[in-house]
């Protein structure tokens, strides 16, 4: 059974940097879509980038294109989102889960926080 487990969240300067990692067990993700959401208090939850497997195409949210970038090591069961250039409306707490379509979603990871400020 798949399992998806976040890390690397945590308070960054804005302008700042930070790399969030999607651990999988259970399945290989080679070939697995992927999504980052994130939710921010008292929003709903947004999609943030939607990696289509390892040969397949990434899409990013406008507000997020051009600073955060999805990677994978197929080798470790891993994909990343590195987030560069954050801004403080970055804040909100992140979530990759199996797949890109929020309704058709069954595996979700626990989340991890993630604060801009200064």
């Known amino acids: 059974q798949l399992q998806l487990v976040e890390s690397g969240g945590g308070l960054v300067q804005p302008g700042g940097s930070l790399r969030l990692s999607c651990a999988a067990s259970?399945?290989?993700?080679?070939?697995?879509?992927i999504g980052w959401f994130r939710q921010a208090p008292g929003k709903e939850r947004e999609g943030v980038s939607c990696?289509?497997?390892?040969?397949?195409?990434?899409t990013y949210a406008d507000n997020v294109k051009g600073r955060f970038t999805i990677a994978r090591d197929n080798a470790k069961n891993t994909v990343y989102l590195q987030m560069n250039s954050l801004k403080p409306e970055d804040t909100a707490v992140y979530y990759c889960?199996?797949?890109?379509?929020?309704?058709?979603?069954?595996?979700w990871g626990q989340g991890t926080q993630v604060t801009v400020s200064s």
């Open positions: 889960a199996a797949g890109c379509n929020t309704p058709f979603i069954q595996t």
């Open positions: 990696s289509r497997g390892t040969y397949g195409t990434t």
């Open positions: 259970g399945v290989n993700l080679e070939r697995s879509v």
